[in-house]
């Protein structure tokens, strides 16, 4: 794969160059209490080039919407219905491993099984370009234990290394050859030692670290081996906030509502999820689960075991971001190592 790089200068000609061949220019951006977001940057330049730690969103809220319009109902007595098409071109700056990972995840489940129209359309009009990380995002943070860190191995076009004498650059698509290819003034063939330099960073990042055995944590699980006392503990501390699956950047599970006014109005699609009562509601009224910590117990299997099993990796990319948020203080890293740790002693 070829290696190049670009300096600070350089880069900033790039990323003004993007913007004239999008939409969207979706980047990270500092708002209310410096706070880091992803938000559209095209018109106003307000994007980081560089940052440290995370964004509190990932990309997942622009290709799943917390809510969206599916199609437009012109007559319901009659049928007739209009699709709502996003044709956007976006490109997508700055983004970290773990939430490219988590994309890959959500490809997986929305475009390469059984295609969801409106997500797919979204995500093939879409560029994305990584940011790899020196240090760790926060405390909370274990994107290596769970190979999604510090750099991305797959899922990006193009991603970005910081160095000293400016950023090292992976190509990782067709697209993103396509993108150096009508830029490549901008770019020189990276040097030998920029490459000991990365070599060094991965060194720091990983030192007295331990990548998690996840098929392991996926085998006791599955066999139900976790002691009741742990998922109870889970449900006590539970408050049904939805931080976790609002900012988790891999739970793909909505609901459909249609939204009418008389004859006329919208399928909505908006997004679910295991911890509420309702989610596996019936239509009779009765639940195959109706204990709260059997509703946030599903979140756990989900990422750590079912995904396991359907796609040989966990849906967990280590973000953190579900810790940062609980208010009950449900960690789902303790989590994994009590389960490991309980199996061995």
Request: hydrophobic share 35%.
């Amino acid at each position: 794969m070829e290696k190049l790089f670009i300096t600070q200068e350089n880069l900033k000609i790039f990323v003004k160059n993007l913007k004239n061949d999008c939409d969207e220019f979706i980047a990270p951006r500092k708002e209310n209490v410096d706070d880091i977001i992803f938000g559209d940057t095209k018109d106003n330049g307000r994007e980081l080039s560089t940052y440290d730690g995370n964004s509190v969103t990932s990309p997942r809220s622009f290709l799943l919407p917390q809510t969206e319009p599916l199609f437009e109902i012109k007559s319901a007595k009659d049928c007739v219905l209009l699709p709502v098409e996003d044709r956007k071109k976006r490109i997508f700056y700055g983004v970290r491993p773990c939430d490219i990972k988590a994309l890959t995840l959500m490809r997986k489940f929305f475009v390469d099984e059984l295609a969801d129209l409106p997500y797919k359309e979204k995500f093939e009009n879409s560029t994305f370009i990584a940011l790899s990380c020196d240090k760790r995002c926060s405390k909370e943070c274990f994107c290596y234990e769970m190979d999604s860190g510090p750099y991305a191995k797959e899922g990006f076009d193009l991603q970005l290394t910081k160095i000293q004498q400016g950023y090292y650059v992976n190509i990782g698509s067709k697209k993103g050859s396509q993108i150096i290819r009508r830029q490549k003034k901008l770019f020189a063939n990276a040097a030998p030692e920029f490459a000991k330099e990365i070599k060094n960073i991965l060194k720091d990042f990983t030192k007295g670290i331990e990548k998690i055995d996840y098929k392991k944590l996926a085998g006791i699980i599955k066999q139900e081996k976790v002691k009741e006392s742990v998922w109870d503990d889970i449900g006590v501390r539970c408050v049904v906030c939805s931080g976790c699956i609002t900012l988790c950047p891999t739970c793909s599970c909505f609901s459909i509502a249609d939204r009418l006014n008389g004859d006329k109005g919208m399928r909505m699609r908006y997004c679910d999820g295991c911890p509420y009562a309702g989610f596996t509601r019936m239509a009779g009224g009765s639940t195959p689960f109706p204990r709260h910590r059997d509703h946030i117990r599903r979140f756990f299997e989900h990422k750590l075991s079912v995904d396991v099993e359907r796609y040989g990796t966990p849906s967990c990319v280590g973000c953190g971001r579900c810790i940062q948020t609980c208010p009950g203080n449900i960690n789902i890293r303790k989590f994994i190592n009590s389960v490991l740790e309980a199996q061995v002693l």
